[in-house]
């Protein structure tokens, strides 16, 4: 797994990822994005020193993405591509992703996001408390 800085040319893939409709199903605003709005956030993001966006790739395919939001706590989201769900990617995106940013890191992950909860506990991650339909989870610093 390669996990490198996010550039421009990766806006479209995020966009795509991220209308896909498992995805909106998981993430806390489950609206469709539009390209002019997406755009415009990606290009915010990567300009915001507050914000780490990371591309993992595997043998030249870009898998998914991972993001830090940097701020009185760090609070990280990710993003599967939907063709390379059930590889074991998500992990590994997690995994890389912390060794960049490191820290103590927060997730929100949706109550019945499954593969989600496993997955970031296998990181690392302990529940701290249940929010209105989603769990707060908290991996310690190194």
């Given at each position: 797994?390669?996990?490198?800085?996010?550039?421009?040319?990766?806006?479209?893939?995020?966009?795509?990822?991220?209308?896909?409709?498992?995805?909106?199903?998981?993430?806390?605003?489950?609206?469709?994005?539009?390209?002019?709005?997406?755009?415009?956030?990606?290009?915010?993001?990567?300009?915001?020193?507050?914000?780490?966006?990371?591309?993992?790739?595997?043998?030249?395919?870009?898998?998914?993405?991972?993001?830090?939001?940097?701020?009185?706590?760090?609070?990280?989201?990710?993003?599967?591509?939907?063709?390379?769900?059930?590889?074991?990617?998500?992990?590994?995106?997690?995994?890389?992703?912390?060794?960049?940013?490191?820290?103590?890191?927060?997730?929100?992950?949706?109550?019945?996001?499954?593969?989600?909860?496993?997955?970031?506990?296998?990181?690392?991650?302990?529940?701290?408390?249940?929010?209105?339909?989603?769990g707060r989870y908290r991996r310690p610093a190194d």
């Open positions: 797994m390669i996990c490198r800085a996010a550039t421009p040319d990766d806006a479209r893939d995020v966009w795509e990822w991220r209308n896909d409709p498992l995805t909106r199903a998981m993430s806390r605003n489950s609206d469709e994005v539009a390209w002019a709005g997406h755009e415009a956030w990606f290009l915010r993001t990567l300009a915001d020193p507050a914000t780490t966006l990371l591309i993992g790739e595997v043998g030249g395919e870009k898998v998914g993405m991972v993001r830090f939001d940097h701020g009185p706590e760090t609070e990280v989201s990710i993003n599967v591509n939907p063709a390379c769900r059930g590889r074991g990617y998500g992990l590994a995106l997690l995994q890389a992703g912390i060794a960049q940013v490191g820290g103590e890191i927060f997730a929100e992950i949706k109550d019945d996001n499954l593969a989600s909860r496993r997955m970031f506990e296998r990181a690392g991650f302990q529940f701290v408390v249940a929010l209105e339909g989603r």
